[in-house]
């Protein structure tokens, strides 16, 4: 029956009812076993840590959020080990389904999130992203995605992992679920914003994704410009900041090291002094964890400021820019079993994830796209803040 459960992306199946009426009445949601719910312990995806610490006595306030505006909670979902991954592959949980690729891995670390709403238990997903764990699954599952701007939502209740790029946002079967759920949380201004009137490819996003990939992103925002009336635009990563760089300096220099040194205080201290089980691939990302010179990486700080402002002193008010969510598609099952697959898949990428984790900017992962029966994600990314506008400006695009 457990091994059932997981494969639908449960770790412990609930029935929460609604706090009182609202926008969410008649909405199942799971959350993510990172983020507490009073008296069910947190697994933060390792045994282990759910073993040692005590159940929480209160929601994390984003559950109570959801739970006020009339939405049932249906369960925890499984997450990656530490959420530190983005296949879904749990050396502890197994892997849930991902149901439009069941040969196919699903993506992480919000991978029970994904395989919990594409399996139908649940219509949308309470969950975290940093380096690509919402977005990741989204595209992957073929589902709608929201990561927020960078601690637009409270974090209060959830278990840290990189506190200065983790975000709190869903992920959903329909677009209007997503909408709702989002818009209960980022208790945003009521008057209307701006509709979109730039729409921006990213090239270098297009061009490391594969031949494939690229051709339908294309086509659709072919289809999505002409449909809204404008003229798609084509820009490089260093014309946004304004000086001769690659996207990659988002991962290398804006994320990965401070990423990791965080990762050290965050998590890793009770690592180093519980010796839990860890589970294989996790272990190879720690060695690097273990290894890594914290103080090498505060320079990185001074360079995430930069890229951040950069980068955000490119958007108008009505800008939007796209880029496939990933890639490529799922890779298969089992598939992640060498280094070198590892880095073939995570590099590409956290190379275009990276880019609104710098930047912490709101991005949607659309499920627009296929390629050889398998789905890919369409990102739409807008400024710093801009959360309302780019759900507005989804909806104005696609509907």
């Not at 890594?292 to 820019?321: G, K, M």
């Not at 697959?341 to 930047?359: E, H, Q, W």
Request: glycine share 8%; net charge negative.
């Amino acid at each position: 029956m457990l091994d059932r459960a997981i494969d639908l992306g449960l770790v412990e199946q609930l029935d929460l009812a609604p706090l009182r009426h609202g926008p969410l009445d008649k909405l199942r949601f799971t959350v993510k076993d990172n983020i507490d719910i009073a008296g069910h312990k947190t697994s933060y995806g390792s045994p282990a840590w759910r073993n040692a610490h005590p159940a929480p006595v209160h929601n994390a306030l984003c559950v109570d959020q959801l739970l006020a505006a009339g939405a049932r909670c249906v369960g925890k979902a499984v997450a990656d080990e530490f959420t530190y991954s983005l296949d879904g592959e749990s050396f502890h949980f197994g892997t849930p389904r991902n149901a439009k690729a069941p040969d196919r891995i699903p993506g992480g670390s919000s991978s029970g999130s994904a395989a919990s709403v594409a399996n139908g238990i649940a219509d949308f997903s309470l969950c975290t992203d940093a380096g690509g764990s919402i977005r990741v699954p989204a595209s992957l599952c073929g589902l709608w995605g929201m990561r927020p701007s960078t601690h637009r939502i409270s974090e209060a209740g959830v278990l840290p992992f990189q506190p200065s790029v983790s975000t709190v946002g869903v992920l959903a079967e329909r677009l209007d679920v997503l909408d709702a759920a989002m818009r209960v949380m980022l208790n945003g201004p009521a008057a209307p914003p701006p509709s979109p009137g730039r729409i921006i490819i990213l090239e270098d996003a297009m061009s490391i994704a594969s031949p494939a990939v690229q051709d339908q992103a294309a086509s659709a925002l072919e289809r999505i410009a002409s449909r809204a009336g404008l003229a798609l635009e084509r820009v490089r990563f260093s014309e946004i900041i304004g000086e001769q760089s690659e996207l990659s300096a988002c991962n290398l220099n804006g994320l990965r090291d401070l990423q990791t040194a965080e990762f050290q205080s965050t998590v890793g201290n009770w690592i180093e002094a519980c010796k839990p089980e860890l589970g294989f691939t996790f272990s190879m990302a720690y060695g690097n964890v273990q290894r890594f010179d914290r103080i090498a990486a505060l320079d990185r700080l001074a360079n995430r400021e930069r890229l951040f402002r950069q980068i955000n002193a490119f958007f108008t008010p009505d800008t939007v820019i796209s880029f496939p969510t990933t890639p490529t598609i799922a890779p298969r099952k089992g598939s992640l079993n060498t280094l070198e697959a590892v880095m073939a898949f995570y590099d590409p990428a956290m190379t275009i994830t990276a880019f609104s984790g710098a930047a912490r900017l709101p991005e949607i992962s659309a499920p627009l796209l296929s390629v050889e029966d398998c789905p890919v994600g369409l990102s739409f990314v807008a400024g710093n803040y801009q959360d309302e506008f780019l759900l507005n400006a989804v909806r104005e695009l696609l509907i």
